[in-house]
């Protein structure tokens, strides 16, 4: 029809009928006309903005730096035993001081630190390799693909966090590895769901809808303009996700179905400082406080991101 309505405009102005064709640019199918290294230099300065994303952020350094120093910030080994200096308290000679097989706490806490961010880290890497592929074609290709992982996963959330990884950890026997991945799977639908979420939300954008009406293959669809757009929340949710998993390796050494003695743990040594309370408090104190401080650390960095990559915030 556009031909028909040019020839009879032609013909009504003889002037037009050789004119030159009007040369359209069809504009880039994206999410956004703002460059790339914009939006990340404004996520920076809304980040480094957030004064408790900043505290956080140092938290999570300051106990990286401990752990990946061990050998180097440990005055002693942490796996010696000494009794001529059982349940010390914190002194020059031993800072934490030293719990009841006479072993500098110190030392032990720095080496658990390895084991609490190795866990917290590795599990949450199983948790978004796992998940987040099979959220997004639930959510882009919809159908029983949907429905099947979209029923896995809410039969997987309706089972408590917690509960779910002791139970797969005493199905797959004590040790820091298998605590790293009952973890890491008990935390695979909370990916799964939230992948799938914002697939649905992307998908009805219109640059997606306009990549398919072109003929473009979904893999390209879902590399180039899908899972770009969907890994900011992913990022979030993968750091406070960590603070989750550290309490959990916590909870499972405390229970023996984590790291195992003599090798240190936080979790471990809360479970051997909870039997010294009025003798040793300090053989708890310190264990309690690193957890404490690390999960705030990842928690306050997480709200953080999640301020600085929101493109809703100006």
């Given at each position: 029809?556009?031909h028909?309505?040019?020839?009879?405009?032609a013909?009504?102005d003889p002037?037009?009928a050789?004119?030159?064709?009007?040369?359209?640019?069809?504009?880039?199918?994206?999410?956004?006309?703002?460059?790339?290294?914009?939006?990340?230099?404004?996520?920076?300065?809304?980040?480094?903005?957030?004064?408790?994303a900043?505290?956080?952020?140092?938290?999570?350094?300051?106990?990286?730096?401990?752990?990946?120093?061990?050998?180097?910030?440990?005055?002693?080994?942490?796996?010696k035993?000494?009794?001529?200096?059982?349940?010390?308290?914190?002194?020059?000679?031993?800072?934490?001081?030293?719990d009841?097989?006479?072993?500098d706490?110190?030392s032990?806490?720095?080496?658990?630190?390895?084991?609490?961010?190795?866990?917290?880290?590795?599990?949450?890497?199983?948790?978004?390799?796992?998940?987040?592929?099979?959220?997004?074609?639930?959510?882009?290709?919809?159908?029983?693909?949907?429905?099947?992982?979209?029923?896995?996963?809410?039969?997987?959330?309706?089972?408590?966090?917690?509960?779910l990884?002791?139970?797969?950890?005493?199905f797959?026997?004590?040790?820091?590895?298998?605590?790293?991945?009952?973890i890491?799977?008990?935390?695979?639908?909370i990916?799964?769901?939230l992948?799938?979420?914002q697939?649905?939300?992307v998908?009805?954008?219109?640059?997606?809808?306009?990549?398919?009406?072109?003929?473009?293959?979904?893999?390209?669809?879902?590399?180039?303009?899908?899972?770009?757009?969907?890994?900011?929340?992913?990022?979030?949710?993968a750091t406070?996700?960590?603070?989750t998993?550290?309490i959990?390796e916590?909870?499972?050494?405390?229970?023996?179905?984590g790291?195992?003695?003599?090798?240190?743990?936080?979790?471990?040594?809360?479970?051997?400082?909870?039997?010294?309370?009025?003798?040793?408090?300090?053989?708890?104190?310190?264990?309690?406080?690193?957890?404490?401080?690390?999960?705030?650390?990842?928690n306050?960095?997480?709200?953080?991101?999640?301020d600085?990559?929101?493109?809703r915030?100006?």
């Open positions: 029809m556009s028909v309505a040019a020839s009879d405009r013909a009504r002037g037009t050789h004119a030159e064709p009007v040369d359209v640019k069809v504009p880039e199918i994206g999410p956004t006309d703002e460059p790339l290294e914009g939006r990340g230099n404004r996520a920076l300065r809304k980040f480094f903005s957030n004064r408790a900043i505290v956080g952020g140092l938290f999570v350094l300051v106990f990286v730096l401990w752990a990946v120093l061990a050998p180097l910030a440990a005055p002693y080994d942490p796996l035993t000494s009794f001529l200096a059982i349940r010390k308290a914190p002194s020059l000679a031993h800072f934490f001081g030293t009841e097989l006479g072993r706490i110190f032990r806490m720095a080496y658990g630190a390895r084991a609490s961010l190795l866990a917290g880290v590795v599990s949450v890497a199983i948790a978004v390799v796992v998940g987040v592929p099979f959220g997004i074609l639930a959510g882009f290709f919809g159908g029983w693909t949907d429905m099947a992982v979209s029923r896995v996963a809410d039969a997987l959330l309706s089972i408590p966090f917690l509960i990884a002791i139970a797969l950890a005493a797959l026997g004590p040790s820091l590895t298998n605590a790293m991945i009952a890491g799977l008990s935390g695979t639908p990916f799964a769901r992948a799938r979420a697939t649905l939300s998908k009805a954008e219109d640059y997606v809808e306009g990549a398919q009406a072109i003929g473009l293959p979904n893999r390209w669809i879902l590399i180039r303009y899908i899972f770009p757009n969907i890994l900011p929340p992913l990022i979030v949710q406070l996700t960590i603070a998993a550290i959990a916590a909870s499972l050494s405390f229970l023996g179905l790291q195992q003695p003599p090798d240190p743990s936080w979790g471990s040594m809360l479970n051997t400082a909870k039997n010294f309370m009025n003798q040793a408090p300090w053989m708890s104190i310190f264990p309690g406080a690193a957890i404490f401080l690390l999960v705030l650390g990842f306050l960095l997480g709200d953080g991101l999640r600085a990559l929101d493109p915030e100006s």
